[in-house]
């Protein structure tokens, strides 16, 4: 990847899909590559599990993407075992992802949002990530044309998400 493109950034999603021993020699032997975050690199249901992975890497570890219960995010945050918490516009609101950001700074741990869907809640999400003060990146998927500038997403003026909804499209069931 490097040597293809040797600015490209590299983050590892795994979607919770390998075992804690896996996750951890993985993490490990992609060390090298300076990776951003390794993204769910297994399931939340042992923390103990969670450990492993965090104590024998220095690869940050993401989680959170398909966590909808704020007791857990403060578990993982409490044990130390989180480093980036992804969080979705869609399952937690502005609001929820507010909140669930302002106990993720009282653990120094960053925000980066991510959501797949369309030009609405991609809006909200970045609205969402411009007002965290521990925002880190973001990740959308399908972002409209003109919001990314020289590789930034850009916020509109006009008012509320600077959203404007085609009515047409609308009755006919269909938001574009």
Partial sequence: MRAAQPTA??????????????????????????????DEPCAVSNIATLHKISDETVVPLGFGRDIADGGTYQQLLREGVIDLLRLDVHTHGITGMRKLAALAETYYVDVAPWHEGGPIANAAALHAAASIPNFYIAQLTNPAAGTVRDGYFTLSAAPGLGVEVDERELQKGVIA
């Fill in 9 to 38: 950034d590299l983050a590892l999603q795994c979607s919770a899909e390998l075992p804690a021993g896996n996750a951890a020699a993985l993490a490990t032997a992609l060390e090298k590559q300076h990776p951003l975050w390794f």
